[in-house]
């Protein structure tokens, strides 16, 4: 715990860095004010995650940045871009358990400290209809990797959100920046309000 609150450690890609919104709007940050609301001192978070990585980048990246100390809540949300090269699922399933270790290490050896995201169904969007794509083979593809995730997430003893179903909403399709791919932060609200009852207990058990 530093002297400004509860130190928060966010890992993952275009969807954690927030791609088209400002800072305050990204989830993370939304997350950690909700909790400050809430009376649970987190700091804003140290944010390592970058538009387009995928999970071996992120891994690279995160020894890039020389994270140090321990942090009292780390989240992780990582795979899209694993999903749309078209890597192998079971690929993810041993970089993503890979990454979930480290994310524990940072959080001082404590799983139950750690919060994963499930991945969103970007073949809803705009930009997945004029890309040409099947979108069903997207989802199904978005499925079988959210569905390893959690895999590794439960073995592991690490908390599990699942926001890809408020991707799905009909609505959804407005809740987008100007590229018609990211989400607005209207839809980062809902992914916040999706993950604040796990990040309370996570911190206030």
């Known amino acids: 715990m530093a002297g400004t609150g509860i130190a928060m450690l966010s890992l993952g890609d275009s969807y954690t860095?927030?791609?088209?919104?400002?800072?305050?709007?990204?989830?993370?940050?939304?997350?950690?004010?909700a909790l400050r609301d809430e009376g649970i001192p987190v700091a804003p978070p140290?944010?390592?995650?970058q538009t387009g990585w995928s999970t071996d980048e992120l891994d690279a990246a995160i020894d890039a940045a020389g994270i140090t100390g321990s942090y009292?809540?780390?989240?992780?949300?990582?795979?899209?871009?694993?999903?749309?090269?078209?890597r192998d699922v079971d690929d993810y399933r041993a970089q993503f358990d890979g990454l979930l270790q480290r994310a524990i290490g940072f959080a001082g050896g404590r799983a139950d400290r750690v919060l994963a995201l499930s991945i969103p169904d970007w073949g809803v969007t705009p930009f997945a209809a004029a890309s040409g794509r099947d979108t069903r083979h997207?989802?199904?593809?978005?499925d079988a990797y959210n569905a390893t995730a959690g895999q590794c997430c439960k073995a592991r003893d690490v908390a599990w959100v699942d926001v890809?179903?408020?991707?799905?909403?009909?609505?959804a399709s407005r809740m987008l920046v100007a590229d018609g791919l990211h989400p607005s932060p209207a839809m980062y609200?809902?992914?916040?309000?999706?993950?604040?009852?796990?990040?309370?207990?996570?911190?206030?058990?």
Do not use: K, M
């Open 46 to 49: 140290r944010i390592v995650a």
């Open 72 to 86: 009292g809540l780390v989240t992780l949300l990582i795979g899209v871009n694993n999903q749309y090269r078209g």
């Open 138 to 142: 997207i989802a199904r593809d978005i």
């Open 189 to 205: 609200a809902q992914w916040t309000a999706l993950a604040l009852p796990e990040a309370r207990r996570l911190l206030t058990a």
């Open 17 to 33: 860095i927030g791609e088209g919104v400002a800072e305050h709007e990204r989830w993370p940050q939304q997350l950690a004010a």
């Open 164 to 171: 890809t179903f408020a991707t799905r909403n009909p609505e």
